[in-house]
């Protein structure tokens, strides 16, 4: 019985058009954050880690905790 990662792996090599078109509409589609910015699918986990995403959420944080 194969594990879910031999099957992909076996699905890459045996579909590699398939593949790469499914990678390509991926990282072309385009994220909205919750800090207002818009990134792609591609770049997102970097995004989150980068210091105008933790400025922009402590902002909406602390304007958050000023209306209640």
Do not use: D, F, G
Not at 25 to 51: D, F, G, I, M, Q
């Amino acid at each position: 019985m194969l594990t879910a990662s031999e099957k992909a792996k076996n699905y890459r090599k045996n579909n590699p058009e398939k593949w790469k078109e499914t990678i390509s509409k991926y990282s072309k589609k385009k994220w909205t954050c919750e800090c207002s910015a818009v990134v792609c699918n591609k770049v997102r986990p970097r995004h989150l880690k980068t210091k105008k995403h933790i400025e922009r959420m402590a902002l909406i944080e602390k304007y958050k905790n000023i209306q209640n």
